[in-house]
């Protein structure tokens, strides 16, 4: 089947008018209209014939096109009720397509998938992006990959290594649960209407274990929250803000094997894990 490529600017304008459609700014929504863009996604999400692929965020379809015409099944989730209609219409004729009307912060992600795994596709809101990141992580649900679109500085927090500006606790999050790497930037010329920052498309492997070895998961993070919650301060000033002793948090990091002048921004998940298993023991 030989259907118009929706990210045509002209395409898109044209289902836009048809269905009296603007973009929302409370949903955060830019439409695709870069054919190449949609190519590369498909290409980072290595994209073939059988898989089974969760799109979050559908629009219009210029992404769900991409899939279904590499081969993908695909089970897109709209939050917004206009486009769920619009979609029936732009995908009318592709067989393996379900769109699923509802939020991906609420649904029953492994129920709508109901396959053993699946690989995760998503042109991200802005101002949503990090909730629903660490929700698919968090979750652990059964997905090989995430290959996302977002804010390009996002992409670099994700990706940076330890010392940089960018490292923080979304990059140490990010990394304990996938190998993340940038795939290629997108300009805003690439969306419609065009947004005032620039995009990235990161591509997550999702690891099979941690890279690191933990006591107690949740001390983990508790560790990471309190390293970075005043860049500025040293990890030793960070945890007896978050309510450690002098001498508790002395002992910790010399357990730890970590310097206590070092800040947070300067360790790496294992050094994070050194210490939170350290504090795990100490208690």
Known sequence: MIKPRIAKREVTLHILRAFGLHASKRLGQNFLVDEAVVDGIVAAADVK?????LEIGPGIGTLTQGLLEAGARVVAVELDQRLVKVLAETLAGYENIRIVHGDILKIDIPR????????IVANLPYYITTPILMLLLERRVPA????????????????????????????????????????????????????????AVIRCVIRDRPPVA????????????AAFAQRRKTLAN????????????????????????RRGETLSLQEFAAVANAWTAGK
């Open 49 to 53: 014939p059988g898989d089974t692929v």
């Open 112 to 119: 709508e998938m109901a396959t053993a795994t699946f690989k």
């Open 144 to 199: 090989t990959l995430l290959v996302a679109m977002v804010q390009k500085e996002v992409a670099a927090r994700m990706a940076a290594a330890p010392g940089g500006k960018d490292y923080g606790a979304l990059s140490v999050a990010v990394q304990y649960y996938t190998s993340p790497a940038i795939a290629f930037t997108v300009p805003p010329q690439s969306f419609m209407p065009a947004p005032a920052v620039e995009s």
């Open 214 to 225: 933990l006591t107690d998961e949740a001390a983990f993070f508790r560790v990471v929250k």
């Open 238 to 261: 960070a945890l007896k803000a978050a309510g450690l002793s002098p001498a508790d948090t002395a002992s910790l990091l010399a357990t730890a094997g970590i310097d206590d002048g």
